[in-house]
């Protein structure tokens, strides 16, 4: 064969070399944005409507997202009547029960609205309507939810935990997207090594939010990825690291140990981390958050709540009674499937879109 011809052949070869790899690149990144899903299957892939981005303030955007929950509270029937007296009292416990604020949170909630009744005089339904919304204001802005700041200087380190299904990968993803959308450099750890599909799905997150992951193979040991994801973002100058975790029942105390040991891997990665301890709560489970609260607290040291899928529930009032329950403050809140439904918590703002 003659040069030109030889030429030619590795020529056209290597530009069809190119041309694949480009179309192997999409295809590939086309399939991981496919798995950004949550954890219940919902598909969150999808860029959210340009209606649904356009910011409507807090609480009308906390009130739309917890139409559902207002709605099954039927509190214009319960305050619309002309007189305060026991059989209003007797309606608003039944309806802060079935919203899952619970037995003995709505118990105190209305022996103290009972009591300022009586001190005030309160014989007017929409005076009494205000002095609860007053008094519940009262009481979650005794939480604080900013994230804590690290002692060092470095960078933040955040330790997401939670059961299968909670929501926690797709709440990872929308933290990332928030932090990279302030201008910091973040990475993500792919500690979540035995779910079937999860290294995947955060993959995917971090190809929308545009962070690096770093990820071992499935079945691999979890608390090596996160050596590996603190090691990379001390080295990469990184200003948030967020650590995904095996979802783990509660009751499976082997498997809760094995995240204990994950905290404190992290911690000899990195002395002082993790500086929070997110757990992720599925809002549509009702009191059983407030055992999960329990017991992953007491293995990993949780700092702060995510609430999830509050649009999807009538039962928001779970918000209140856990983080009355446990006095621990949440953080965040998830109202709806778009990126800026991850909302930072507020809780004035919150009592006054679910009960005004």
Known sequence: MDPVTLGIILGLVLVGAIVGGVVWSKSRQRRLEDLAED???SDLAKPASKSAAKSDGVIERLRAGLARTTSSLGLSAIFGRDTVDESLFEDLETALISADVGVGATTMLLD???ETAREQKIEDAGALRQ??????KESAAGFDPALNTPPDGGPLVILVV???GAGKTTTIGKLAHRFKGQGKKVILGA????RAGAIQQLQAWGVRADVPVIAGQEGGDPASVLFDTLKAAQARDVDVV????AGRLQSKRPLMEELGKVTRVVGKAHPGAPHEVLLVLDGTMGQNALSQAKTFTEVTGVTGLVVTKLDGT????VVLAVQQATGLPIKFVGIGEGNEDLRPFHGPS???ALLS
Not at 131 to 136: D, K, M, P, V
């Open 242 to 245: 967020i650590c995904d975790t």
């Open 112 to 114: 103290t609205l009972r």
């Open 162 to 164: 939670g059961v299968n």
């Open 314 to 317: 009538a039962k928001g009032g």
């Open 39 to 41: 954890d219940s299957g």
């Open 350 to 352: 919150f009592v006054e």
């Open 191 to 194: 500690g979540d090594t035995f």
């Open 131 to 136: 002095a609860l919304i007053e008094q519940l």
